[in-house]
């Protein structure tokens, strides 16, 4: 049991490691940041009789500052208007793949109709599907829509994501059956049922949902390189790639910035992230 423990404990600093020292970092000065982490020789090394220099990972700051954070808040005006953009594409896709999912689920799981069950194999196929795979029928769809230009190619998609139907649509059968005969007995409709019945007892769904539709689309790289073709319409996930060529020092700050959001969120909704999941049967 020890051995095991141990093992977990050393899996546990690998995985966290890259974490610590991004945050740790971010304190660091421009100086010092270009000292241990680029590879080029100076004529200091050279006199030195340094060939050959190597990356250090270095994970305490010889002198804490706060002139990153500054450079990338204050001073980097771009950073603040991809990260406005991140938000303009994330948050209708939470907000609307949560709606949709909420209604599609109750459909699936209170409702009685023909073929209901092969209809939602189909949305589990299409789940199953990886994004390759559906990356050029979504292309030519918005093209034929005329918005492949425009967050709209981006965002009607992850609405209508099938992955939402199937997590709530677990969640709710969850909900015993009794619940809903005795309310239908009473004569309530399905919109009270859902809103007074279901909502109630899907928090934990709901929350789990939102968290995992916000991560997804926060951290979005290949459908905005397909879709937006204008620089500053871009989200901060692709900018955070660009931003190590010429701007070393803004590095870890800006991912420190960058992740803020998921970190906040998950710290938050742990709980209910779990409890979400594992109502769904997900494993």
């Known amino acids: 049991m020890r051995k095991n423990y141990a093992i977990l404990i050393v899996l546990s600093v690998i995985f966290i490691?890259?974490?610590?020292?991004?945050?740790?970092?971010?304190?660091?000065?421009?100086?010092?940041?270009?000292?241990?982490?680029?590879?080029?020789?100076?004529?200091?090394?050279?006199?030195?009789?340094?060939?050959?220099?190597?990356?250090?990972f270095v994970l305490i700051p010889a002198s804490v500052t706060l002139s990153q954070y500054i450079a990338v808040l204050f001073e980097q005006p771009t950073f603040i208007v991809l990260l406005m953009n991140s938000i303009k594409i994330t948050l209708p896709?939470?907000?609307?793949?949560?709606?949709?999912?909420?209604?599609?689920?109750?459909?699936?799981?209170i409702w009685k109709w023909k073929h209901k069950e092969k209809f939602f194999f189909v949305y589990i196929i299409v789940m199953l599907m990886p994004l390759q795979a559906v990356l050029v029928p979504n292309y030519i769809i918005a093209d034929?829509?005329?918005?492949?230009?425009?967050?709209?190619?981006?965002?009607?998609?992850?609405?209508?994501?099938?992955?939402?139907?199937?997590?709530?649509?677990?969640?709710?059968?969850a909900i015993p059956k009794e619940y809903f005969e005795a309310a239908k007995i009473d004569g309530a409709?399905?919109?009270?049922?859902?809103l007074h019945i279901v909502l109630p007892q899907m928090k934990s769904g709901i929350a789990a949902l939102s968290m995992l539709v916000f991560i997804e689309y926060w951290n979005l790289v290949e459908q905005v390189i397909v879709f937006i073709k204008d620089y500053y319409k871009e989200p901060?996930?692709?900018?955070?790639?660009?931003?190590?060529?010429?701007?070393?020092?803004?590095i870890f700050a800006a991912s420190?910035?960058?992740?803020?959001?998921?970190?906040?969120?998950?710290?938050?909704?742990?709980?209910?992230l779990e409890k979400g999941i594992e109502l769904s049967g997900v494993k």
């Not at 901060?236 to 701007?247: E, H, K, N, P």
């Not at 992740?259 to 909704?269: C, K, V």
Request: aromatic share 16%; with cysteine.
């Open 256 to 272: 420190c910035v960058f992740m803020f959001l998921p970190l906040w969120f998950l710290a938050m909704g742990q709980r209910n």
């Open 236 to 250: 901060l996930s692709v900018f955070l790639s660009r931003i190590a060529d010429g701007q070393i020092g803004l």
């Open 189 to 194: 409709s399905d919109w009270y049922i859902f």
């Open 17 to 56: 490691l890259p974490l610590l020292i991004t945050i740790t970092n971010s304190f660091m000065s421009e100086a010092e940041i270009w000292l241990n982490y680029t590879t080029k020789l100076s004529t200091f090394d050279l006199v030195g009789g340094i060939t050959q220099k190597f990356v250090k």
């Open 144 to 173: 034929w829509m005329n918005i492949k230009t425009s967050y709209l190619a981006i965002i009607l998609p992850g609405i209508f994501s099938p992955f939402g139907v199937f997590l709530l649509r677990q969640s709710m059968k």
């Open 93 to 109: 896709v939470v907000l609307g793949n949560t709606a949709v999912s909420l209604l599609c689920a109750y459909a699936f799981t």
